[in-house]
């Protein structure tokens, strides 16, 4: 077998395009592909200023290191969640690759938000699963930390097999608004919440690894400690099956769904979004779930007293 580009021995094989590349042709495969659907889903303007939410892992720190490539202007945004040795490390990770090539992050530290508001605090407390918590936290500091910084959009590292394992979960539980939203442009809404893009979502997962591999990006390798037994990863490996025994199979699936199915689910998707009362960022209640989550924690910090008011 040889690279299919340039007939030199090949590095990586890939077998849902039944193609294999040696390292500087991967290299720019990869970035052709990411920059293809930036164009075709029209993500980013040239002049853009771009918040990509960096967790350390190998899809955010491939998406950011392939934007400064094609010559954006980008900002990483690192969320501390206070997860033990899993958050500091990345935390460390990130912040080295921002120093080595001189890139701007900002770092939000959870647990100095509204008197602490880390991921095992708050889990705790209101006796969430630390992803629903943690989702809650992302969303908000997302929106909030580009509506503060005054960026054009917020880019995210969702690769294939994230999509089309949250399009599984989806489908399976029937989740019409989800359904109606789940696409790889979000635009701004009047409201408030800011534009948000996945420049990486026809990617697989093998495909970003070996992306960051090639390049020598030092990421997180191991999983965040609560992802055991997350459904997400029982859909992730459910799809892997079905992929093996027909490769392809994932970006079908995404793809179909987001030339024909999605835009039946938007057109009947009638939530619109208002302001939170007590924060004033965009919300589909009178209060937002970040608010209505930093209210729970609030009502049961230790040292409250029953009865007193919020
Ligand atoms: Fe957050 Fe759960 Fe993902 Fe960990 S696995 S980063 S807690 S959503
Ligand atoms: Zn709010």
Not at 277 to 296: H, I, K, M, T
Request: charged share 25%; aromatic share 8%; net charge positive.
């Amino acid at each position: 077998m040889k690279c299919v580009r340039c007939r030199a021995k090949p590095e990586t094989y890939l077998r849902a395009h039944n193609a294999a590349f040696c390292r500087p042709c991967y290299l720019e495969h990869f970035r052709r592909q990411v920059e293809r659907a930036i164009r075709r889903e029209r993500m980013l303007a040239p002049t853009d200023r771009v918040l990509v939410a960096i967790s350390g892992g190998k899809d955010s720190l491939a998406l950011w290191d392939v934007l400064v490539h094609l010559g954006y202007a980008t900002t990483g945004l690192y969320l501390a969640q206070g997860i033990g040795e899993y958050s500091a490390r990345s935390r460390t990770l990130v912040e080295s690759f921002a120093a080595a090539r001189s890139l701007p992050l900002t770092v939000v530290d959870l647990a100095q938000e509204e008197g602490g508001l880390d991921i095992p605090t708050v889990a705790g407390l209101t006796r969430r699963s630390p992803c629903a918590a943690c989702g809650t936290l992302k969303r908000h500091h997302f929106d909030r930390a580009a509506r503060a910084g005054g960026y054009d959009v917020l880019a995210t590292g969702h690769n294939l097999d994230d999509e089309a394992a949250r399009l599984f979960g989806n489908v399976l539980h029937w989740q019409r608004d989800h359904l109606a939203r789940q696409r790889p442009v979000l635009e701004a809404s009047a409201a408030g919440f800011v534009r948000k893009v996945k420049p990486l979502y026809l990617l697989s997962e093998y495909e970003t690894a070996t992306y960051a591999f090639m390049r020598g990006i030092e990421y997180v390798v191991e999983e965040c400690p609560n992802s055991t037994g997350a459904t997400q990863l029982l859909y992730k490996n459910l799809l892997n099956r079905l992929e093996a025994e027909s490769p392809g199979t994932k970006g079908t699936f995404l793809r179909e769904f987001l030339r024909s199915g999605q835009p039946a689910f938007a057109a009947v998707d009638e939530r619109a979004a208002g302001t939170c009362e007590r924060c004033d960022q965009p919300s589909f209640g009178r209060v937002c779930s970040y608010c209505a989550l930093v209210n729970e924690v609030e009502r049961k910090r230790p040292g409250r007293h029953v009865g007193e008011a919020s």
